[in-house]
């Protein structure tokens, strides 16, 4: 019973697979938040926070889509109405906490103006 070629083809196999992880795998990359965590643009423009954190359900012109149009939303609420949706959620389709810290100001100051 000759098992010697069956486990050393193994071995050399496993040794390049060591050596590969060793020298050549760098891991996941950190460039997208993890799930649970929100965006932040901390730039204070608002058109780049909602870009990175709105178009997906509110549209790339906020014309609407799996969330309602945003571009006349300044003409239906105010400022400090659009500051408690963003940081409260509305009718358990808009999140809370999309976007967090001074990063609502600026944006609800923004919307407000969407006439």
């Given at each position: ?27 996941p990359?950190?460039?997208q ?8 643009a ?21 014309q609407?889509?799996a ?9 239906k ?6 500051e ?8 358990g ?21 969407k006439?």
């Amino acid at each position: 019973m000759k098992k010697t070629p069956m486990i050393t083809l193994f071995n050399i196999i496993l040794a390049g697979c060591l050596v590969f992880l060793l020298f050549f795998y760098e891991g996941p990359k950190k460039s997208q938040p993890a799930s649970g965590e929100t965006a932040s643009a901390s730039s204070g423009n608002a058109k780049d926070i909602v870009s990175k954190n709105c178009m997906t359900c509110h549209g790339d012109q906020l014309q609407g889509g799996a969330g309602p149009a945003l571009n006349k939303i300044g003409s239906k609420y105010k400022q400090n109405e659009i500051e408690n949706i963003i940081k409260n959620g509305k009718n358990g389709r808009m999140p809370a906490g999309v976007i967090s810290g001074n990063d609502v100001t600026v944006v609800a100051k923004w919307l407000s103006e969407k006439k």
